[in-house]
């Protein structure tokens, strides 16, 4: 453990105060849960690369690589701790004080700028009230949480000064939109996005179904395979031609969506090469234009339209369980995926989202 921690507190300067910015998103450079880990030598200089062309937040936790990214961004960052914002995280079932020691031990530092509660699970209030405590002591300078829904999030604010929520967000992915995203606006947290580029989907590079290899975080998130696949493809390709007449990577483009939705603060975007780190960089050469935003909007609604339940389907759903009814009952041909999941999580239970909601509706269209 480091001595003469750093007992400056609150936020770090332009932490979540003005225009979007791009951040890095460091789980990719622990070089586990992406396939081919790649040299360490490859990953050390794509962090400097995003050092060198201005990129000052930077996002990891413990998991990422056992720990990896945090000693890889260590090595890195230490030239140039006083000019970054270095943001981790605990996991809710680990004990705060000996998981923060471990990351500064990694990190080669005193202090984090943001120490986020990795997921409200367990009992995340007693974790969240853990960091609280380690913020006064000034081992972070600021408080946050992720991966939360809004009714945590409220909870949160109840029990520590949290400073921010991180969640994912990318032009497909919206539930942030209906309750989150708003509610961080309102009480003026910094919003984080992560997956802004749908864990490399809108990289625009996969044209079919890919296999991942074993090991590959991937090979289980649903929009790589069957119809959610396809629904994406049709929109990447109707994105490629709009981001060549911009002079734009497809990359740029979904990372400028995101970077010109109102209250986010940082988009975190990964990459494990400098080449990657240019091509992200991009998206802030200039912001999106607000009609190009609605135009993509209008795509996507398009492609990700439910169906409307007939008779015969509300019928044969009263003898299914809640949820099932629940979002049978809701298939008006009017309301998204985002807003029936968000319905049902504000009743309390446990939360749904609107991936399950798009499963679901796949299996009635296929007949299951």
Do not use: C
């Not at 007992?7 to 992406?34: C, Q, Y």
């Not at 270095?86 to 700028?113: C, M, N, Q």
């Amino acid at each position: 453990m480091h001595t003469g921690a750093r007992r400056t507190l609150g936020p770090p300067p332009h932490f979540g105060s003005g225009p979007a910015t791009l951040g890095f998103g460091a789980w990719a450079v622990g070089g586990a849960g992406w396939g081919s880990a790649g040299d360490r030598s490859g990953r050390e200089a794509t962090v400097r690369r995003a050092v060198e062309r201005g990129v000052t937040f930077f996002d990891t936790a413990p998991s990422y690589g056992d720990g990896e990214s945090e000693r890889l961004l260590g090595r890195v960052l230490k030239p140039v701790r006083d000019r970054i914002v270095i943001a981790t995280k605990v996991g809710p079932r680990d004990d705060p004080r000996a998981s923060l020691e471990a990351s500064l031990r990694r990190l080669d530092t005193d202090y984090v700028d943001l120490l986020q509660l990795h997921e409200a699970l367990g009992d995340w209030e007693r974790a969240l009230d853990g960091l609280s405590r380690l913020q006064a002591e000034g081992l972070a300078r600021a408080v946050g949480i992720a991966n939360a829904t809004h009714l945590q999030l409220r909870r949160a604010m109840e029990i520590a000064p949290v400073a921010s929520y991180q969640g994912p967000y990318n032009l497909f992915d919206r539930d942030v939109e209906l309750r989150e995203l708003p509610l961080a606006r309102e009480r003026g947290l910094a919003f984080l996005a992560y997956r802004p580029l749908a864990s490399g989907l809108l990289s625009g590079k996969l044209e079919a179904p890919p296999e991942f290899a074993p090991g590959d975080h991937r090979r289980g998130i649903y929009w790589f395979q069957g119809p959610e696949f396809a629904r994406r493809r049709g929109v990447i390709e109707r994105l490629e031609p709009v981001a060549r007449r911009l002079d734009l990577t497809l990359s740029a483009l979904a990372l400028g969506w995101v970077l010109a939705r109102p209250g986010v603060a940082v988009v975190l975007a990964g990459a494990r090469t400098p080449e990657q780190v240019d091509q992200n960089l991009e998206a802030a050469r200039r912001p999106l234009p607000e009609d190009l935003v609605r135009q993509i909007d209008a795509m996507v609604a398009a492609a990700f339209r439910l169906p409307a339940a007939d008779a015969g389907l509300r019928r044969a759903a009263a003898e299914w369980g809640e949820r099932e009814r629940f979002i049978v009952e809701r298939l008006d041909g009017a309301r998204t995926a985002e807003e029936i999941a968000a319905e049902w999580t504000d009743r309390g239970d446990i939360p749904m989202i609107a991936a399950q909601v798009k499963v679901f509706t796949d299996r009635l269209r296929a007949g299951v």
